[in-house]
């Protein structure tokens, strides 16, 4: 068997419900909240008003620095670390300009785009029930004391 037919009988046998699937290895890197967050910044996707705001669905290219300022509470070890791991999985492009001092951007890849459709949702998502959840949170923690 040819390895491109190798490739395509796996990708037909890929269930994320077995434990052995290595869609489960990649489940676990992009539910993570500095994903979803890296990858709604690299999408044009931040907050109005903040420094840096992008018109949503405007995706650019992006300085390490610009990143980190956009992610408050992110550590520059856990920053660095998902942006290698992203770049290593083809969802983003890490570009150096020969600047002094050297400038490095980081960009989405098509693949990294269309994982950022996705991500917007959650996001959305999580900003839009986040006092629902709160209020359910108080409600079981006041039936639960």
Known sequence: MKAAQKRAQAKVEYDAFLAGCPSRQLL????DKWVVLILC???GDTSPGRPGAAH???PKAMRYSEI????AGVSQKMLTQTLRSLEHDGLLTRTV????????????????????HMTRGLRNWAQTHMAEVLANRENHDARTS
């Open 28 to 31: 676990d890197r992009i539910s």
């Open 41 to 43: 910044a690299l999408g």
């Open 56 to 58: 949503a669905d405007a």
């Open 68 to 71: 980190s300022r956009l992610l």
């Open 97 to 116: 300009t020969p600047t002094v001092p050297v400038t490095v951007s980081y960009e989405l890849t098509d693949l990294g785009l269309s994982l950022h």
